[in-house]
């Protein structure tokens, strides 16, 4: 149980265009979702926070017009990094908490597996 | 504001041998909960053990153990018998009052044949 799925896994794509990237809890519902970035060789640092229903909060230094996130289902949350640039290539991970209900763990959150996104 | 600090950045160990990897953990919260995760060259982050801070039993997980002092707020994990497949990057985190987690900044294992 407890698992996030993220799509897709790789992509490559052009300087200027957009990226989607989705993230999916596929056995319970995530009233939250985390967005994470991280740089080759660096930690994970948190981008924002999702949650079903409402605006994601940013972090600072974080540009909410270019990387916009809709959490619209108690089961999706998706990434859209728009006109990306090469320094927007990075390794982009989600997780997802359930703070109601039979799956609340103790602040647990479950990972999903990642996006590698090189923009070219 | 919380902040995890993981002072090593690379260890380098020959299979078999124990090696230790350490976490220092700063937060004003009185209830939080830590983490050590397994970042494998694939990238997926894999769970290795969560601790609650009103928890401070040891904890061994076959050749995993972790030892957690709040007086030193230190949560550091010994992998005993090292293998090759134990060569990772590990990182340490603490989710506190926020809900947000802080990882550090990573440790990463090399276990040599």
């Known amino acids: 149980g407890a698992v996030v799925s993220q799509h897709p896994s790789r992509v490559i794509c052009k300087s200027g265009t957009s990226v989607k990237i989705e993230c999916r809890s596929l056995?319970?519902?995530?009233?939250?979702m985390f967005w994470y970035r991280q740089f080759p060789k660096q930690s994970l640092m948190l981008m924002a926070t999702?949650?079903?229903?409402?605006?994601?909060?940013?972090e600072q230094g974080v540009e909410k017009d270019k990387f916009l996130i809709n959490h619209a289902s108690l089961t999706l949350s998706t990434l859209t990094v728009t006109s990306a640039h090469p320094e927007d290539s990075s390794f982009y991970i989600c997780?997802?908490?359930?703070?109601?209900?039979?799956?609340?763990?103790?602040?647990?959150?479950?990972f999903g597996p990642g996006t590698r996104l090189t923009v070219l | 504001a919380q902040k995890v600090t993981q002072a090593q950045t690379e260890i380098s160990v020959v299979e078999k041998e124990d090696v230790t990897l350490d976490c220092v953990y700063e937060?004003?919260?009185?209830?939080?909960?830590l983490f050590w995760y397994k970042q494998p060259p694939s990238g997926e982050l894999v769970f290795l053990i969560r601790?609650?801070?009103?928890?401070?039993q040891n904890e061994i997980s076959g050749r995993y153990s972790w030892n957690f002092q709040k007086s030193t707020s230190s949560f550091n994990f010994t992998i005993t018998a090292s293998q090759v497949v134990d060569s990772a990057v590990y990182f340490c985190?603490?989710?506190?009052?926020?809900?947000?987690?802080?990882f550090g900044k990573g440790i990463t294992l090399s276990v040599r044949p």
């Open positions: 999702s949650n079903e229903g409402s605006k994601a909060t940013y």
């Open positions: 985190a603490l989710n506190g009052a926020n809900s947000k987690l802080t």
């Open positions: 997780s997802a908490d359930s703070t109601s209900g039979a799956r609340s763990i103790n602040n647990e959150q479950f």
């Open positions: 056995d319970f519902q995530a009233t939250t």
């Open positions: 937060t004003r919260d009185t209830t939080y909960y």
């Open positions: 601790r609650n801070s009103f928890d401070e």
